[in-house]
């Protein structure tokens, strides 16, 4: 037997308790600082009162510190994690490997999409360093999560519906170097959405003003029988940019769909 969770972003408090009341199994929010969405700070009560709410209905919470943390932070991001913990937090999603290194209280540590894993050998090293989950990068597919899963035991999240980057998680400084804005610093400036021009080696423009670098955003509610087949226990829903009704209707829907092959099978 294995626990199949529906992963909900939270922009805010009050959108954590939605995706809660329209079926999430555990939601993932950011706090003061460190998260990979700058726009999308919370204070620490509102981290303890989105926990107190998750597990009054069995859900769980998840706290977002996956940027880069720069040598002068080290001791404010490990009070923010024994924080965190202190508040209610049942795991950190993290990308800088610091965080294994810290004294922290026993909270699980999940290892972000900004690691990179995308391979087995990625994948082992991040469980084998003490990651208790390995979020999968997210232009992963289904034999690559097949192969992974034949080589390890850790618990494998994957994004199931959202925005999706035309580069890989936390190897792209696209925005870094346009705009002096890091993705990894939780500042992207997404010049992947911009329109562009495309011209030849002369100069001359064959295609104007298009989006030729923003990827549809993914949906793989028709392949949500597979993943739990390929082995992925936790299906993560991207967006806490996103606004309240997104979550209420992506979250409802997903459960729905999960909730179909769990009461089939």
Same mark, same amino acid.
Request: with cysteine; hydrophobic share 40%.
């Given at each position: ?7 909900? $972003? ?10 809660? /009341? ?24 509102d ?5 107190q ?12 510190m ?10 404010q ?16 999603i993290?990308? /800088?490997?610091?965080?294994?290194e810290?004294?922290? $209280? $026993? ?14 050998d ?6 084998n360093?003490?990651?208790?989950r390995v ?12 192969e ?13 519906h ?28 997404? $010049?992947c ?36 087949d ?7 829903v991207?967006?806490?940019l ?7 209707n992506?979250?409802a ?13």
């Amino acid at each position: 037997m294995k626990r199949i969770e529906l992963l909900a $972003p939270a922009k805010d408090l009050m959108s954590g308790k939605i995706a809660i /009341d329209y079926g999430a199994d555990a939601v993932y929010i950011g706090a003061e600082r460190f998260g990979a969405r700058s726009g999308a700070t919370n204070t620490m009560n509102d981290v303890r009162e989105l926990a107190q709410y998750a597990h009054l209905f069995g859900a769980k919470l998840y706290v977002t510190m996956n940027t880069i943390i720069y040598d002068n932070e080290l001791d404010q991001a490990r009070q923010q994690a024994i924080e965190a913990w202190k508040a209610g937090a049942d795991a950190l999603i993290v990308q /800088d490997m610091a965080m294994l290194e810290m004294e922290l $209280p $026993p909270i699980e540590m999940h290892a972000s999409t900004q690691t990179f894993a995308l391979r087995t050998d990625r994948v082992n090293f991040l469980a084998n360093s003490g990651f208790a989950r390995v979020i999968l990068e997210r232009a992963i597919s289904l034999d690559e999560i097949r192969e992974i899963r034949k080589h390890t035991d850790v618990e494998l999240e994957a994004f199931v519906h959202g925005a999706i980057c035309v580069g890989f998680s936390g190897q792209c400084y696209f925005s870094q170097t346009m705009m002096g804005r890091s993705g990894n610093r939780g500042q992207c400036a997404q $010049p992947c959405r911009w329109t562009y021009n495309l011209l030849d080696e002369n100069y001359n423009r064959l295609i104007e003003d298009k989006h030729l670098l923003s990827v549809r955003d993914l949906d793989m509610s028709e392949y949500v029988e597979q993943m739990i087949d390929a082995g992925i226990t936790s299906f993560k829903v991207e967006g806490r940019l996103k606004d309240e009704n997104y979550v209420k209707n992506t979250v409802a829907y997903y459960r729905k769909r999960i909730d179909s092959v769990i009461a089939r099978r």
